[in-house]
Every structure is written in structure tokens, then in C-alpha cells.
């Protein structure tokens, strides 16, 4: 099991960034969330078996989004950040 903590920034908030995350979170066995930041950055926090979470967020940088995001920061969490966490949200 692992957890990700990622920032993506570039043109990422009012296109329908989270609500496209939200639904290829569904073709992986992955939970966590997706909220927007202030900054016009975009946060996700993704856990699951190390290959499902790798392959979820590889396909976020290859999907139509790909040419929204101009940097994308990934950092490995403590698995327990994902305690009590369940399916795949949208955070407001």
C-alpha cells in the first residue's frame, strides 16, 4: 500500500480537471480526493496497492488533461494519511 500526495499546476481549475480525475479514479482500485487551492493549483491525495495508484496518476498526465498541466509535484505519504478515507471525492 502506498499513498501520493501531488500538486498539479498550469490551467487546471475551471476546466473540469477534478470532475475527469474523479472519473478515472473509477477504473482503478484507488481512494482519496481532489480539491482546487487558492494558489489556482490543483491537490490530490491517491492511495492503494503501489501499481494502482502509479497507473492512475499516469494516466491523469496522459489523458486530454495532459495539455492543462504545466508541473506536477508527487511526494510519498505515510499510508495512515489515508485512514478513514473512502472511494474517490471531490473536495470543496
Known sequence: MIAKHVYYEGRVQGVGFRYT????????????????LDDGRVELLAGGEADEVRAFLDDITESELAGLIKNVQEEVLPVVSMTGVRGFEIRH
Do not use: F, M
Open 21 to 36: 480525475v474523479k472519473q478515472l479514479a473509477r477504473a482503478y482500485e484507488v481512494t482519496g480526493w481532489v480539491k482546487n
